[in-house]
């Protein structure tokens, strides 16, 4: 971080033209679209990439099936060869400054670091159906998302295990087109007569009954069990509530959205907020965003982000030309 821009609560720092809070594929892409507008930003990331449990990202265009952990590095790479910088940690809190025009962030380690602008690319958290095996297996033996993986299991047995009837028949007859055979699990779900006449004549079953466990070895999936009968499977599809990180949103006067999925910062189509200056980008505002969407999203901020400040300086300009 720079000296002039990290300061102790006493101070006051230099502020940097963005603070991007999250460094995954929205802040990254954000990132490299600022510093090639010459612009001074931070990016401050706690290192918790949603798709990080996983071996490989699927569907990104000319990067297809990279490591996750390599894309953060390899877009961390580009945004500091224009001049970003970064800080591994977390942001606790943001606020308008006493002016009013800008922002004073805070991080972890007690620093604080001013902007002129914040991008929230905080990204969500999965909340996993609690049922033992499932967390182990995440990512790997445990899938949510047929784009990203589905490929990867074709040909082999599926097993979905329903938290809600239209998701669960949804994945079902997604994973359907690639695999040899899928198995709902009911799981306390009622699916009604055209949920049921639609899985019944793809060939997909159903099994009732409580899943009591999935059975794991090392991440891989094995079987599920449902009332102490194990039914072989080669991987399981959950959903997951997608609670995006909106507490900041919130400490920056925002109100975040309900969504049938989860929960998300409300934004329009170019990332901004109802909160003037704090803009948004990936699957903070996007549940259903994939890496080259969230990515897509990024890029877009920082151009609309870039654009929001040109017309400040040129504000501040015809300003300082009617004084003198
Ligand atoms: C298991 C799994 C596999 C997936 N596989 C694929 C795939 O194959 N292909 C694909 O296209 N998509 C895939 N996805 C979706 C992919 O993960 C997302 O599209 C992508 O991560 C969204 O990028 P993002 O930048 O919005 O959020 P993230 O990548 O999650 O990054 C958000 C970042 O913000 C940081 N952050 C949050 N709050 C703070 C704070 N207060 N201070 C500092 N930092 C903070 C977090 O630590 C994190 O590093 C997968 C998802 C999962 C769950």
């Not at 930003?41 to 290192?47: A, E, H, R």
């Not at 004073?104 to 999965?126: E, K, M, P, Q």
């Not at 102490?228 to 006067?253: K, P, Q």
Request: with cysteine; proline share 3%; hydrophobic share 45%.
């Amino acid at each position: 971080m720079s000296q002039t821009a990290k300061s102790t609560p006493e101070e006051t720092p230099a502020p940097y033209d963005v603070v991007i809070v999250g460094g995954g594929a929205a802040g990254l892409a954000a990132a490299v679209a600022l510093g090639r507008s010459l612009r001074s930003v931070l990016v401050i990331d706690g290192g918790a990439q949603r798709n990080l449990p996983s071996d490989a990202a699927h569907n990104v265009l000319g990067r297809e099936g990279i490591a996750p952990g390599d894309l953060v590095r390899e877009g961390r790479a580009e945004a500091e060869s224009y001049g970003v910088e970064f800080v591994d940690g977390t942001v606790s809190d943001a606020r308008r400054d006493a002016s009013g025009a800008g922002f004073t962030v805070d991080v972890h380690d007690g620093s604080i670091v001013a902007a002129r602008r914040v991008i929230l690319a905080t990204g969500l958290v999965d909340v996993l159906p609690d049922i033992e095996g499932v967390r182990q297996a995440w990512g790997q033996g445990v899938l949510h998302c047929p784009y990203c993986h589905g490929y990867e299991v074709r040909g082999r047995r599926i097993g979905v295990i329903a938290t809600a009837a239209p998701l669960a028949v949804h994945q079902a007859l997604l994973f359907a087109r690639l695999a040899d055979r899928v198995t709902v699990f009911a799981n306390g779900v009622d699916f009604d007569d055209e949920q049921r006449a639609d899985l019944d004549v793809m060939e997909i079953g159903v099994v009732d009954g409580a899943v009591s466990r999935v059975h794991v070895d090392g991440r891989e999936a094995r079987a599920i069990e449902v009332g102490g009968e194990r039914h072989d499977v080669d991987a399981v599809v959950v959903a997951t509530r997608m609670v995006a990180r909106t507490e900041l949103y919130e400490r920056l006067g925002g109100q975040s959205q309900e969504h049938p999925m989860g929960r998300m910062i409300p934004a329009d189509e170019n990332g901004a907020t109802q909160v003037a200056g704090v803009w948004t980008a990936g699957n903070a505002a996007d549940l259903a965003a994939m890496v080259a969407v969230a990515a897509g999203a990024g890029v877009k901020v920082g151009a609309f982000v870039n654009a929001d400040l040109v017309a400040d300086d040129v504000r501040e300009a015809r300003a300082r030309a009617r004084e003198g």
